[in-house]
């Protein structure tokens, strides 16, 4: 009896059944086990709004206890879903890339129904603009710092992060010290994650030097017994201008 291998198709390609690759046959079925557990779908698609989350927020998102949130966080790890961002005694998970959201997505629109969106509970006033350290955190500074990447002006380098040749002409443009910030005895620059808007901000020395152009030509102002910022009129027309913020 002659067995015909009937054809199969992903993605608008064939492929014979008889010699379909078993190392991806058991990485899919191992990425979908992972995926398909209650407790871990839930994580994951909390975390599909961009916005990283704590271990412990999971678990209560999950609706387990911390000790089986941190073995649903590991699986997913593990199967390289979600990366894991440590800052100080803080360890925060988002999704390990767009490619992970896409297919979050397209599973989602097979199952309907929306998801609920990251509602931040910090006070107004210091969710706009505050400083964090000696650098700028708050919505406007996790917008420029988008801008940055969308502009190309850094070259994200995992944790550590290199101005392009447009980079240092844009930074030089608004009056940085590329060589004094280059030059200190620290970080030159990275994402540091923002506790309100759960996305990176820029910190280090260039984005330190970046809030001190900030506050030198008003842009911003200091408020008295805060760490919150606030952006002045002038500021607010400069933030539109030069990066096409809105506060």
Avoid at 154 to 169: H, K, N, P, Q, V
Avoid at 188 to 212: N, V
Wanted: with cysteine.
């Amino acid at each position: 009896m002659t067995l015909v291998a009937q054809p199969h198709f992903g993605y608008g390609k064939s492929m014979d059944a008889a010699t379909a690759n078993p190392g991806i046959d058991t990485a899919v079925s191992s990425i979908a086990a992972a995926i398909g557990e209650p407790a871990r779908t839930r994580m994951l698609y909390s975390l599909m709004d961009g916005h990283a989350r704590t271990g412990t927020e999971l678990a209560m998102v999950a609706e387990v206890s911390p000790s089986t949130a941190s073995v649903h966080l590991a699986r997913l790890r593990s199967e390289n879903l979600v990366r894991v961002f440590v800052q100080g005694r803080h360890r925060y998970y988002s999704l390990a890339g767009p490619n992970v959201a896409r297919a979050l997505e397209r599973l989602s629109v097979l199952a309907g129904g929306p998801r609920r969106q990251f509602v931040p509970h910090t006070p107004e006033h210091l969710r706009t603009a505050r400083s964090c350290y000696d650098h700028m955190a708050g919505a406007i500074a996790v917008s420029l710092h988008d801008h940055c990447v969308r502009s190309r002006w850094i070259d994200l380098r995992g944790s550590a992060y290199e101005l392009t040749a447009d980079g240092c002409r844009a930074f030089a443009a608004l009056g940085v010290d590329i060589d004094q910030a280059r030059a200190l005895r620290r970080r030159f620059a990275y994402g540091c994650l923002d506790w309100s808007e759960r996305r990176p901000h820029l910190g280090g020395a260039l984005g330190a030097a970046l809030l001190q152009v900030a506050l030198s030509r008003r842009w911003l102002a200091r408020e008295y017994d805060s760490r919150a910022l606030r952006i002045t009129r002038l500021g607010q027309r400069e933030f539109l201008a030069r990066f096409g913020l809105q506060s």
